[in-house]
């Protein structure tokens, strides 16, 4: 499989994901999207802002762009239901980014400066790589503190999506 194709699989995955994620947390009381838990950014709402802010920062780094000036630990999506919004059209600007790459950009130097002002240089693929991957920790925080309310996490497993999306293995075969 050539890059464009699987990290555009990611790109999608990360939407589904993303999705039966926002749809457990939708059925929770408000007090505990908000509940400050012992966990990165302290609270369900917390974790979600983050990946946004990550989200948005890596997209317009992606893009060459200028993303919000945030800290990393920002909150600008206080109530669930425009964190929820803003997370699903994101997700789509991530999907038609990704997509869109020439099979060129993946080998090529790619150049970003971090948010205390260092400059480096890698590969794209890797700078994509660590962006799925940031994605799917901070998901699993939130997954772990769902199981702390009495709204069960949903199955967010890769291969799952890989079955239900027919690009397992014996599907390909």
Do not use: K
Not at 49 to 61: I, K, P, Q, T
Not at 75 to 92: I, K, S, T
Not at 98 to 120: M, N
Request: charge should be neutral; aromatic fraction near 12%.
């Amino acid at each position: 499989m050539d890059m464009p194709s699987y990290f555009g699989i990611l790109a999608r995955y990360n939407a589904w994901a993303n999705l039966r994620l926002y749809d457990a947390v939708a059925r929770l009381p408000v007090v505990e999207f908000e509940r400050p838990r012992a966990a990165f950014f302290g609270s369900i709402r917390g974790v979600l802002n983050h990946m946004m802010v990550v989200d948005e920062l890596f997209l317009a780094r992606l893009n060459g762009t200028t993303a919000p000036d945030r800290p990393l630990n920002a909150q600008p999506w206080a109530h669930f239901n425009e964190l929820r919004n803003a997370r699903a059209g994101l997700d789509q600007r991530i999907l038609g980014t990704i997509t869109a790459l020439p099979l060129s950009r993946f080998t090529e130097p790619f150049t970003y400066t971090t948010t205390r002002g260092d400059r480096f240089s890698d590969q794209l693929a890797l700078f994509l790589g660590h962006w799925f991957n940031h994605q799917t920790h901070h998901r699993g925080q939130a997954h772990d503190m769902l199981t702390q309310t009495e709204v069960a996490p949903p199955p967010l497993d890769f291969l799952i999506f890989q079955r239900i999306h027919g690009l397992s293995e014996a599907a390909a075969g």
